[in-house]
């Protein structure tokens, strides 16, 4: 159950259910629970903020790492690690850095506990498809992993990896540049259009998720405006090497768009994106800083139209 108290979400479960079983002599047991409980928060602690902190840096002070029990039903242990997540993205940065790494630390005491949450950690925070999706919260993770002796070296290499991929093209940072060909065989830089924001549409002719994603962008009001006074350019990119599929396609996607493929490969075959999954969408500033990584591209309009508000 969630109460909402304090002005936050303060998560009460009664879980770790180990069950009921019956003797020889046909009496069923009594059932042995667990209760997760959240910390007290202290009375005098009434800012909202800080009760968030607070909540982030404590929540599994009444967990037992040492019991596994909670691996046994993961159900209910990830609804009570989401609600967790939940915290750390209303806590602020020093907050959840601390939090995960103080986590990570106590589950490290048990092996298993340790492979379990990490493993959520990446399901919740690194899969592409997650709504909780969050790659700060989750490169925090991974420099603690990569950091722990006790780590062993094959989960490290692929941490590894996975901090590489999100190195590239982080918030804040010039976007790798790269060069794009045009249906009629001209070619052009991406650091080279001029617009106040670029979107980066990585898609793909057969990606049921890619029209789904032009249909929005051709139906949202404040990217068609924006489009149409030059303050918005969307540039569509085929990263494969199917390139008869991609020309098939040309008539479908918008005239107004700058549509292009990779002719080079160079984008997959030297990595340049974290492409987990087509499509991606990348939105840049005018001077090609990335202002949101591989976002949902409700997240990506919802930006625009406080952008458009704000400069009204």
């Known amino acids: 159950m969630v109460h909402l108290r304090y002005g936050i979400y303060v998560v009460i479960l009664a879980g770790f259910i ?19 409980s959240l910390p007290v928060i202290p009375a005098m602690m009434d800012d909202p903020q800080q009760q968030v902190n607070y909540l982030a840096e404590h929540y599994w002070n009444n967990f037992d790492f040492n019991d596994t029990s909670f691996i046994h039903q993961p159900k209910v242990t990830e609804m009570i690690f989401t609600e967790y997540l939940k915290i750390l993205m209303q806590a602020t940065a020093s907050a959840t850095a601390s939090s995960i790494r103080h986590t990570l630390e106590q589950a490290l005491e048990n092996p298993q506990a340790f492979t379990f949450f990490t493993d959520l950690l990446e399901k919740y925070l690194y899969n592409p498809n997650s709504p909780l999706r969050n790659e700060e919260i989750y490169s925090i993770a991974l420099e603690y992993i990569l950091a722990a002796p006790q780590v062993d070296e094959l989960k490290k290499v692929r941490s590894r990896y996975q901090l590489e991929q999100l190195s590239k093209n982080r918030v804040g940072k010039v976007a790798v540049d790269f060069v794009y060909t045009l249906a009629n065989g001209k070619q052009g830089r991406m650091h080279h259009i001029k617009s106040d924001y670029l979107v ?37 990119i085929y ?19 700058i549509n292009g493929y ?12 974290d492409l987990r999954a087509i499509p991606s969408l990348y939105l840049l500033d005018k001077d090609k800083r990335v202002v949101l990584r591989d976002v949902q591209h409700e997240h990506l309009e919802q930006y625009l139209s406080r952008t458009t508000q704000d400069a009204g």
Request: aromatic letters at 10%; charged letters at 20%; one cysteine or more.
């Open 200 to 236: 980066l549409f990585f898609n793909n002719p057969d990606c049921a998720a890619c029209k789904d994603i032009q249909h929005a962008f051709e139906q949202s009001p404040v990217m068609s405006q924006m489009q149409k006074t030059g303050a918005l350019k969307i540039l569509a």
């Open 239 to 257: 990263v494969d090497q199917d390139t008869e599929a991609w020309q098939q396609y040309q008539t479908n996607i918008p005239k107004q768009w």
């Open 262 to 273: 990779d002719a080079s490969y160079i984008i997959l075959g030297e990595d340049l994106y």
């Open 18 to 36: 180990a069950g009921s079983c019956t003797g020889n002599s046909g009496r069923t047991k009594t059932k042995t629970s667990k209760e997760f």
